[in-house]
């Protein structure tokens, strides 16, 4: 089971964390403060598994992004890294070639795609274009609550101008 | 009325935040904006509700306190929109989790949008639950997901599949309930719902015998056709990766026929053909091919056994180990370890592939060979690769080198040939990596060297030379200085030349310059210096020329601003100046170290952690009561100023001397036998004047502030039964351990002096044991309640190895002391009693409630009883 997400950049600054296992404040700020300091000085050429305090942590650098997932001892390593490989290219789909300032600026986005991928640390789905389309038509949901607001909100203050 | 009208926008605060040039500003920004947020909950605010939750969630990312949000989920949540929704889950799911009680708020909303008409409402509850549910909320919801199992919208399906692995994981009493819905999702053709649907089936398997037994029988063949199906499918562009046609569904269905065909010969026969085609199909030149392989090398190895497959393996990991991409040795290495059980002969094979992997410039791979070569290790090939390995510690890196010693002196004292090759190869790491051995490692180098008569001129040469080039390496210079003080004599006479070495000119006082510079080094430590001291003593008698400037040396330290030296280095001084005439039989050899009841003593290190020895308290010359010890224990014991105990005093005494965790209950079997503490050489020493006393029961204070790990103290204590006496020694009393404890524990009868009384209370009770436990209370402390357990043995015959061990919830702390023996007499001829500390935190509230287990021997049956014990009085 994949105990855990984390999506670093290269300055060691933290974009998405997700966490499948109940860990205290105190040890999420641990594990990443210490994950970051082994995986970001890692060289380019070594495996994409490090063990670290028990952990077992997959990662994989993506332009400026670490995508790390953290795993049991009894996992396939090489499946996660298909995993990890398999989350940037729906993320990639979805933002249209995907930049780390696309999952700062709608970081809550980039959430809703792991929740689409993953559920209690386990695969949900393996078709890309599934998750693409559940996401959309929640998107679609959401923009069409939106303009019933705003439609709504142009009726009432057209009615007490 | 829009909110993105007024206030900062998410959009501007990350900008604000990302523009920050430092820390302080950030920090600013962020308490401005949690103000505004704060105030607009404080408002009841909902248009901003939505926009202030994800403004937190981003403020959270960073690592700041945003607990004040919790209940802005929650209200999102209870909203009617989706949107509303969709935002107040995600918040939930980042915000908060399992242990916090606030969680418990929203089972109800979850449970009305798991029956919501929105079918993208249901999969954000699905969600949710599926990541962050507690116990509670798994028990209450499970029969809402186990419905949903059957939903109409295969993305719901998966979705609940998904949530039920989270229920039973939390509550696997559930897992019953989920096992006929599980089965019927492998029958499914949409992909999400079979891989989510094999991955409920896995982990069922997991918890549950009876689902394991259920999808053995009926289900093995249809995976099997599924598992064909995928491996044959033509191209599937939704699915395909790599050129396989979803490799996740691959390796999810290798991994549920693993557990299926372990331990059953017909469902491993059924799956055989399918493994085999696998294992020779699958391309392996990208990674999702790879993956798949790797599975399926494990199931073949889990499953049971046929020849072909495995070599069929075995070829596989073979493969990987001289692939060039990392990943694939890593994993080749870690699967490696697991076929050692299977074939170890296969593995042998790899064996220098593997001790290169090693010396890899990736540390990962580093460690998954260091493990490697250590189960790789056997009688006929330690000594080729324990020199690879030493060699190799030279050249590696400061942070590889604990690890790679800590294996190596393993490996070195489990397969050791011969002593000689024990002692140069220990020799070696010292010298090399001497900082980085556990002390226990060369306590017992020492045992050995004591133990090895013939070899003690050639070690004390060795140690000479490695000392002149690696003094820096604390642990090499102790044994130095120990083998120094013991056998200094030899090195200067050459005595007992072995042909395999050179002979060396070593003068007096190049000996004592050894000893000197040990104990000036800085960065000696107290262990060290305090041993170096007593080597002074033993030269200065061993070599009379250098009497007075060893004088001078020991003289230096009456200053010291350690207690334990300055004692030393004046009762020695004094020993030099006015007893001449008995100081040669004072400072003879040790004698040798009984090398049986070390490694039994260490073997068993935790029960003899607890060990006390009984030995006579020796009147001191300066009127200090000391506790007997053997000169090594003495010499590493650095804080003897614990006067020896009164046994009138409560057990507690014993465990604050110790200051070990002794729950759970140690064993007795290596602690009860009678122990002889002999009278050491240093303490007779001491004693000169004095006369022995009477042998009143004393606990030794084996433990040092520098030593207080748990195996050290084996170590040291291993060592006490072993030293014979010596020629003038007094002769102590053997005090058995059960009686030495039984002195200490409260007497039952007694009722403490103002506490409260309990009636005796029959905590369990079966046909062959009985436990009674007499509760009482310390006065001014009702949180702790003492507890008196006595077993009684029913049945006619002795029970042997008798262990008591008890568990409790997190809101009590319990404490065992040792029990009073580990026998128990037939009939109820007799019982064992053991003295329980329970600490209830939340006294007042809750009572206090014990599982217990209870293991023991009858006719060398071995015997288990378990039981939970909740018939305690409500106030305690």
Redo the contacts between chains.
């Keep these: 089971m994949i105990q855990f997400v984390l999506l670093i950049s290269r300055q060691g600054k933290?974009?998405?964390?997700?966490?499948?296992s109940?860990?205290?404040?105190k040890e999420r700020?641990k594990v990443i403060r210490e994950l970051s300091g082994v995986i970001l000085t890692r060289?380019p050429?070594?495996?994409?598994?490090?063990?670290w305090r028990g952990h077992k942590v997959v990662y994989k650098r993506y332009a400026s992004l670490y995508f790390c997932m953290g795993i049991d001892q009894e996992d396939?390593?090489?499946?996660v890294?298909?995993?990890i490989h398999?989350y940037v290219e729906i993320l990639d789909r979805y933002f249209g070639s995907v930049c780390e300032l696309d999952l700062?600026?709608n970081?809550?986005k980039a959430?809703?795609a792991l929740?689409e991928l993953l559920?209690?640390g386990?695969?949900?789905?393996?078709?890309?274009?599934?998750v693409a389309r559940?996401i959309a038509?929640?998107d679609s949901?959401?923009e069409a609550?939106?303009e019933q607001?705003?439609s709504l909100?142009n009726i009432?203050?057209q009615a007490t101008k | 009325m829009n909110s993105f009208f007024s206030g900062t926008r998410l959009r501007d605060m990350i900008r604000a935040i990302r523009a920050c040039k430092t820390a302080a500003e950030e920090r600013a920004v962020v308490r401005k904006e949690c103000a505004a947020i704060r105030t607009s909950i404080n408002e009841n605010d909902h248009d901003y509700r939505h926009r202030n939750l994800a403004k937190l969630m981003f403020i959270h990312m960073l690592g700041y306190p945003t607990h004040f949000g919790q209940m802005e989920c929650l209200k999102l949540i209870a909203s009617a929109g989706f949107p509303e929704k969709r935002i107040g889950y995600l918040g939930l799911m980042l915000l908060l989790d399992e242990r916090q009680e606030v969680l418990m708020l929203v089972t109800n909303s979850l449970k009305q949008d798991l029956n919501h008409s929105n079918q993208y409402i249901v999969g954000l509850a699905l969600c949710a639950l599926g990541n962050i549910c507690s116990a509670e909320m798994a028990r209450d919801l499970a029969p809402e997901v186990e419905r949903l199992l059957q939903f109409r919208d295969p993305n719901i399906r998966k979705k609940a599949a998904l949530c039920s692995i989270r229920i039973i994981r939390k509550v696997p009493d559930l897992a019953e309930n989920f096992i006929n819905p599980a089965a019927a999702l492998l029958k499914e053709k949409h992909h999400g719902v079979l891989i989510t649907g094999i991955q409920l089936c896995t982990d069922l398997c997991k918890v549950s015998p009876e689902a394991l037994e259920f999808l053995r029988k009926k289900h093995t063949e249809g995976l099997v056709r599924t598992l064909k199906d995928v491996v044959n499918s033509p191209y599937t562009p939704e699915y395909d990766i790599a050129g396989i046609a979803d490799p996740f569904l691959h390796v999810r269905l290798l991994k549920l026929l693993r557990a299926l065909g372990q331990g059953d010969a017909d469902s491993s026969d059924a799956m055989n053909d399918i493994l085999a085609q696998v294992a020779t199909k699958t391309e392996s030149n990208k990674n999702a091919g790879n993956a798949i392989l790797y599975e399926c090398v494990e199931t073949i190895m889990s499953i049971e056994d046929n020849g072909g497959l495995r070599v069929l393996a075995i070829n596989i990991l073979g493969r990987f180990l001289s692939n060039r991409d990392n990943n694939i040795r890593y994993v080749a290495l870690n699967m490696l370890m697991k076929a050692i059980t299977v074939d170890a002969q296969a593995v042998q094979r790899h064996r220098a592939t593997i001790l290169e992997c090693v010396k890899d410039s990736d540390a990962s791979i580093r460690k998954r060979a260091l493990e490697l070569v250590y189960l790789l290790v056997n009688e006929t090939n330690v000594k080729p690769l324990t020199k690879e390995l030493i060699d190799y510690l030279e050249v590696s890196d400061q942070d590889f080198k604990g690890d790679l010693t800590a294996k190596i002196c393993s490996i070195v004292e489990k397969f050791s040939p011969e002593k000689i090759w024990y002692i140069d190869q220990m020799l070696k790491v010292l010298a090399e990596a001497g900082n980085f051995v556990k002390d226990e490692v060369w306590h017992a180098l020492i045992v050995v060297i004591s133990n090895a008569s013939d070899l003690h001129g050639y070690t004390v040469r060795a140690l000479y030379k490695a000392f002149k080039t690696s003094s820096e390496q604390e642990s090499l210079v102790r044994v130095a200085v120990w083998c120094i003080g013991e056998y200094g004599d030899m090195l200067m006479n050459n005595v007992g030349m072995l042909g395999i070495e050179d002979s060396v000119t070593v003068t007096d006082s190049d000996i004592v310059d050894v000893v000197e510079i040990a104990i000036k080094h800085h960065a000696s430590d107290l262990t060290t210096k305090a041993m170096a001291l007593i080597a002074l003593l033993k030269l200065s008698s061993r070599f009379p020329s250098c009497s007075e400037r060893i004088k001078d040396i020991i003289v230096h330290h009456k200053g010291s601003l350690v207690l334990e030296l300055q004692q030393r280095s004046l009762e020695f001084n004094s020993i030099i100046d006015k007893h001449q005439n008995i100081r040669s039989t004072l400072v003879e050899r040790m004698p040798i170290l009984d090398e049986a009841t070390f490694t039994t003593r260490r073997a068993g290190s935790l029960p003899a952690a607890v060990s006390t020895s009984g030995g006579a308290s020796l009147n001191l010359p300066n009127g200090a009561v000391k506790p007997s010890t053997s000169l090594l224990v003495d010499l590493l014991d650095l804080s003897d100023d614990v006067p020896a105990a009164p046994s009138s005093s409560g057990g507690d005494f014993l465990q604050d001397l110790l200051g070990v965790d002794l729950s759970p209950a140690p064993t007795q079997s290596g602690t009860n036998q009678v122990q002889k503490a002999g009278t050491d050489v240093l303490l007779d020493l001491l004693s000169i004047g004095a006369h022995p006393v009477q042998s009143s029961s004393s606990t030794t204070d084996i433990l040092s502030p520098i030593q207080n790990e748990k195996s050290p103290i084996a170590t040291l204590d291993a060592l006490l039964p072993s030293s014979s006496l010596s020629a003038q020694a007094t002769s102590a009393k053997a005090a058995p351990m059960m009686d030495l404890l039984d002195g200490f524990s409260p007497s039952p009868s007694k009722p403490e002096d103002n506490g409260s009384v309990y009636p005796p209370l029959v905590a369990f009770e079966s046909s062959s044991l009985r436990i009674t436990f007499n509760l009482s209370k310390q006065p001014g402390n009702p949180q702790i309640t003492i507890v008196l357990a006595t077993f009684t043995n029913l049945t006619p015959n002795v029970f042997t190895d008798f262990i008591f061990q008890a568990a409790v919830p997190k809101f009590l702390q319990l404490h065992l002391d040792p029990a009073s023996s580990n026998i128990l007499p037939a009939s109820g001829n007799g019982s064992i009693t053991q003295n329980l500390r329970v600490t209830n935190n939340q006294h007042g509230k809750k009572s206090i409630v014990m599982r217990t287990r209870i293991s023991y021997k009858i006719n060398n049956k071995d015997t288990l009883e378990e039981a939970q014990i909740n018939n305690f009085p409500r106030d305690l």
């Design positions: 933290v974009r998405l964390t997700k966490w499948y109940p860990y205290t404040q700020s060289g050429k070594l495996c994409n598994f490090v063990e396939n390593e090489l499946e890294l298909e995993i398999h700062i600026f970081f809550h959430y809703y929740d559920i209690a386990e695969l949900q789905e393996s078709s890309k274009k599934t559940l038509a929640q949901l959401v609550a939106k607001a705003s909100s009432i203050s």
